[in-house]
């Protein structure tokens, strides 16, 4: 059962959430079934730019409030106190501290923080899904600002941007299974073929082939018969 303080910071962290979510376009999209409502910016980017501020923000600062604000341009979230001492900028998305402990183990309870430290590489993997650039951040010892910039929808629209992505998704994986079966090919021809002659061959990069290998490894198409050196590859099917 929710507590009263689970209940009230669950409450603030929706009306926040509910606050952006009013003052951002929706785009309806209708695609071969019921009709979709997407915000102009990713609601998992947005959500969790909230959390962060909630759960990191120095409590110790008399005054001051988180502060949320909706521009033409951009949205800004403004948290009280600056980063927690031992973390950069640049360590945001690899590494974490946190400053209020029992208020972060709580948010995990809620399921609302998954993995800590990885709050930030999410934001960023959401917003380019949207071809919007990483958030803006701000930082001194008493202020922490992150700034999403707003598309531009005459230029794009969100359906146009995320169909966009899909097609060079869609692309990228044509180009895999392309080089999967020219891999396979070289295989037959010459079992003992390394994954740098492979390389050589495809003109990919090293890391490109041994990825292709590995999936074609664990999909059971082919396996590998002794150790690296030496060994042989082996179409299975």
């Known amino acids: 059962m929710l507590t009263d303080w689970t209940i009230i910071l669950n409450t603030n962290y929706e009306k926040a959430f509910n606050f952006v979510q009013s003052n951002l376009n929706t785009e309806y999209i209708i695609k071969g079934g019921p009709r979709q409502e997407v915000l102009e910016l990713p609601e998992d980017a947005l959500r969790e730019v909230i959390l962060n501020a909630i759960v990191h923000r120095d ?25 927690v001492k031992g973390i950069t900028v640049k360590d945001l998305g690899k590494k974490s501290r946190t400053r209020n402990n029992l208020l972060f183990g709580l ?23 949207y071809k919007i650039p990483d958030p803006i951040i701000e930082t ?47 295989i037959k021809e010459n079992k003992e073929i390394s994954a740098k002659e492979l390389s050589e061959k495809l003109h990919l990069t090293l890391r490109a082939v041994e990825k292709n290998l590995a999936s074609l490894k664990s999909k059971g198409v082919i396996r590998r018969v002794g150790a690296d050196k030496g060994g042989y590859w082996e179409v299975v099917k």
Request: no cysteine.
């Open 140 to 186: 001194n010892e008493h202020w922490f600002t992150v700034t999403i910039m707003r598309p531009d929808l005459q230029k794009m629209t969100v359906r146009e941007r995320l169909e966009s992505l899909e097609s060079v998704e869609k692309s990228s994986v044509k180009s895999s299974v392309k080089s999967s079966v020219k891999i396979l090919e070289y």
């Open 107 to 129: 948010m995990q309870r809620m399921d609302l923080i998954e993995k800590s430290g990885t709050g930030y590489l999410r934001i960023r993997q959401a917003l380019k899904k």
């Open 59 to 83: 409590y110790s600062i008399q005054g001051a409030n988180i502060q949320i604000n909706v521009y033409s341009d951009r949205v800004e979230i403004i948290s009280p106190g600056g980063l």
